[in-house]
């Protein structure tokens, strides 16, 4: 008698969005019906996302260019230092090596600053989409008669694809987040 009660679910689960277009969802022992979203896909797929990525790969990239270029000036400068060493005073010497390392470790730290901006900055953008998306996921859980949805990377180690909510959420943010972050809003 339970086989026969999985394979009526399991029909169920198959048939109801072959026939009413609707994503499928599963629902638990107590009636509850379940679906999964897969975040990280949908930050990858929604227009938005694909922009805060490029922007910061830009960004990063104009860093690392500059955090280049004072670390080759400063390879120059040790260079320059260890052919002059041998006509050094001694004194001197340990001046300039001294020096040396002094811009060598505040290359460093500003290399750490940046790259802490940088991820704050990524962290700032990713927390706004996510913030749009949980609205976005509650009206789909709402439309769907979803009683929970789940994140894909928390916990969820198998479930069909026909529970699978991530390609509505990104139409559903694309259609409404797409036109006004285009405008500046």
Request: proline share 2%.
């Amino acid at each position: 008698m339970k086989n026969l009660g999985y394979i009526v679910f399991a029909v169920a689960v198959i048939a109801v969005p072959l026939f009413s277009g609707a994503p499928a969802v599963a629902q638990d022992s107590e009636g509850g019906r379940i679906g999964y979203v897969d975040l990280q896909r949908a930050l990858g797929e929604v227009e938005e996302g694909r922009r805060a990525k490029a922007q910061l790969e830009r960004e990063l990239s104009r860093r690392q260019q500059m955090l280049e270029r004072r670390q080759q000036r400063l390879k120059t400068r040790r260079d320059e230092l260890e052919a002059q060493a041998s006509v050094m005073e001694p004194e001197q010497r340990r001046e300039a090596e001294s020096e040396l390392q002094r811009e060598f470790l505040e290359l460093q730290q500003t290399f750490m600053t940046l790259q802490r901006e940088l991820d704050e900055q990524e962290q700032e953008l990713t927390e706004r989409i996510f913030g749009r998306m949980e609205s976005i996921l509650q009206e789909i859980a709402d439309s769907e008669g979803l009683d929970i949805i789940l994140e894909r990377s928390s916990g969820v180690l198998w479930a069909r694809p026909s529970l699978d909510v991530t390609a509505q959420l990104v139409r559903l943010y694309n259609a409404r987040h797409s036109r006004t972050e285009s405008r500046g809003e």
